[in-house]
């Protein structure tokens, strides 16, 4: 198939006003793909929790503030429509859906690489900081790097797989369980945690508990989890903390606790709750990623650590491998994500209703609408 045609410039949405919730519409220079890279016509982008802490500035532990311009998004789907010098080679054809990842670029040498945990890539690049997002109709991909969307399974719905879903099956498999195992999803109705509770459970297995408000409870059971706890029926303090943790392990395979939890919150809260639930040689999993300053995790003494066996993991997103996988249990309809699909005006509205908590699956972004 020829190249086809393609704009000078195009719409894109920027962060006007890093440090708070602000976007802007813009027009701006359609890029020429590179030695290695694809230009993608974009159609859907989804919104992650990710994209408001890289705009608000609220990670202090990225290298450098957010700048005025930058356009965010890291969860893009669209058509090949150019290919740089030698990115043919990759077998990519011109049409063909591809989607960027959280994870724009990964040089896949270094050792995080060819251990496989891309994320980590010692020259990684982030889309949507620092380098172009995927809240725009046209961005750049590296052709080795892109994943490609199978045929049968809708844009829309595969947008939020590529960050949100392909965190949380990697968290999934790094969690060391086995089917038939409980694994615990703190923040089980959200855009992480509602993908999680239907790959542990559809896809992987395990017998998935969640923890969420109990305004999400009806949501979280049709998902497939086999058993759910309000968190606000619970209190702050270590008498609601002890009160949940006891009675998240009844509901536990063997009651003696679960063999995992994966957070899929960025509560501090939850991640001092999380220890507590886990039986003898169980894994925390840190997903979500807290904002401000760290907050240490109650019970990681050397002590409880030891006694219990217990095991605590970072996940950072997934690789290339688990990109492919999880596109491929969408595709067979295992995961299925609960999404709404705004134009690109929403987007301010969108982290807005996300500040305050009152999104119930994910946003995805229409980049064929203003």
Known sequence: MAEVQVPTHHRALVYDKPGEISTKIETIETPKPGVGEVLINLTHSGVCHSDQAVMCNRWTWLPAPTQAGQVGGHEGVGSVVAFGPGAEASGLKIGQR?????MAYACGNCMPCLSGRDACCVSGKISGFYTPGTFQQYALGPAHYVTPIPDGLASDLAAPLLCGGVTVYS??????????????????G???GHLAIQIGGKGMGFRMIGIDDGSKEDFVRG???????DISKYGRDAEGTKKLQEDVKAAS????GAAAVVMCTASNAAYGQALGMLRFGGTLVCVGVPEGEPVPIAGAD???MLIQELSIKGSAVGNRKDAIETM???ARGIIKTHFTTEPMSKLSETFEKMEKSQLQGRVVIDLNKE
């Open 302 to 304: 050397p002590g409880s």
């Open 253 to 256: 395979t063997d009651g003696m």
């Open 190 to 192: 959200g855009g992480l």
């Open 171 to 188: 968290g999934l498999k790094k969690s060391g369980a086995q089917p038939g195992d409980a694994v615990v999803i703190p923040g089980a």
């Open 223 to 229: 998902l497939g989890a086999e058993a759910f706890f």
């Open 328 to 330: 491929n249990m969408a």
């Open 98 to 102: 591809v989607g960027i990842k959280w």
